[in-house]
């Protein structure tokens, strides 16, 4: 959603300014933050005086979620930052740029029928913004403080939008949200009643899409009716975004992700009847009052699931959320080795992943000359260089990594 919403600053920009590599030929700075855990935030301060340093002439701007948490308190601390600009407020760019030392970060700002300029990069593929903010209290998570509450943009912009990429040859579009599959809980203007799947349904009916994804969903909101569109409709790409976050009962509680393990496993066991569907997940290790116990659940999950792909974190506490202030925070060496063991045994798992990938044949979107990404979201290379781009081929496995799959074009 960051990389999105850079481009979409990017665009609003673009009859102004245009692009440089070099920061010290830049007449504008912007940084885009995060700020999910504590290092990108350090890294805020010392990127800026390092850029300052090396152009002291350019305007800087700071934008994101750390501009919405921390508001002027970075024009205090680096007081030639000319403006801040909050995760909520991003089509208001241009008026933070002409405002001297502007500090806006509105969390009630409501932008979900804005439109903004075209952003895309790649010819045959975009993603596209169906929400705004989070309703979710998961207590160790600062995004609800950053990008306010949950609206969702009205479906006929969404289609809109996506008509117009179709028109123009893309063919894969990514619905992007916090919560996508908690799509149409609320919108600011009036609406009938959708959710995502109806959603899912419209897009699909979009003549030139030939490839839906979306993430991310929320395993609570996994009801039936979401996963049998998911496993029945051809359109969309057989690989889901499922953050797990712990494998505990008793930690899911504590961070108040409304959901058990069992619940958990249960939408993955159906998922998993799917043909060579992947599932890639977020897991936090360390939060506060994680047992051994507690961990060999996560442990537990992670067998039992065998994510094709996993982000994994030391917890890292954070302002204005509950679980910093648990009196039972984790030592922070218990919880790197804990980090360390998770994702050596995946390590592990994702060998035996890459083994298993030899002579199936994927439906790869060939992206850029001699590389794709199949279905199923693996990354795939393919020895023409000069052919298939842009198009949908089959190719069949010949060779195998933990991160990479190359294989030859059959169709
Ligand atoms: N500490 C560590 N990881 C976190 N995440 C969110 N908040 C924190 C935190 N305080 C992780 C979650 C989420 C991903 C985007 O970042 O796993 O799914
Ligand atoms: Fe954060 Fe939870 Fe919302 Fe995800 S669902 S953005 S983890 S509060």
Redesign the pocket.
Known sequence: MNVKDSEHIIAELSDEYEITQNPENADLILLNTCS???KPVQKLFSELGALNKKNPNAKFGVCGCTASHMGKEIIKRAPFVSFVLGARNVSRIKEALNTPKAVITDLDYDETTYVFKNTRKNPYKDFINIMVGCDKK?S????PKTRGKELSIPMDLIIGQIEKLAAEGVKEITLLGQNVNNYGKRFSVSHPKVDFTDLLREVSKIDGIERIRFT?PHPLHADDRFLEEFANNPKICKHIHF?L?SGSTKLLKAMRRGYSKEWFLNRCEIIRQIPDVSITT???VG?PGESEEDFEETMDVLEKVRFEQI????????PL?E??DMPNQVDKQVAKERLYRLQKRHAEILDEIAKNQIGKIYKVLIEEPGMGKSDNFFTVKIPQKDKYLGEIVDVKITNANKHTLSGEVVK
């Open positions: 999910v855990r504590e998961c160790y998570c600062i995004v991310s953050p976050q977020d897991i936090i939060f982000f994994s974190f030391v917890y890292s506490p954070r959320t679980a910093a």
